[in-house]
């Protein structure tokens, strides 16, 4: 099995920053893309930014030039530097990863918990 463990969520005023990580554990044999998503209340969950195995990233426009994903494949860890936050950006953020737990078999996808991010002053 495998676990992601988000943190570093919490309140924040408008303008600031928050960092969040997200480890992954458990039987990996690899991990391919990793991201993160968010889910306000009555919205749709969200793909905020995404990462590749090789360094690739992609956000959405929403996030473009505030938000950095990153990730340590030594530690199995990605992460959500978000900066410039807005009330808007306020939701739970949810941490996926494609992950082989067997040798030649296809990447499934894991989630994490959730952490809550709320930008208010």
């Known amino acids: 099995q495998v676990q992601l463990v988000e943190s570093g969520g919490g309140l924040v005023q408008p303008g600031g920053s928050l960092r969040l990580s997200c480890v992954a554990s458990g039987s990996i044999v690899s991990i391919n893309a990793m991201g993160w998503y968010r889910q306000a209340p009555g919205n749709q969950r969200e793909l905020v930014a995404g990462?590749?195995?090789?360094?690739?990233?992609n956000y959405a426009d929403s996030v473009k030039g505030r938000f950095t994903i990153s990730r340590d494949n030594a530690k199995n860890t990605v992460y959500l530097q978000m900066n410039s936050l807005k009330p808007e950006d306020t939701a739970v953020y949810y941490c996926?990863?494609?992950?082989?737990?067997?040798?030649?078999?296809?990447?499934?996808?894991?989630w994490g918990q959730g952490t809550q991010v709320t930008v208010s002053s």
């Open positions: 990462i590749g195995s090789g360094g690739t990233t």
């Open positions: 996926n990863a494609r992950v082989v737990v067997r040798r030649l078999d296809p990447a499934d996808a894991y």
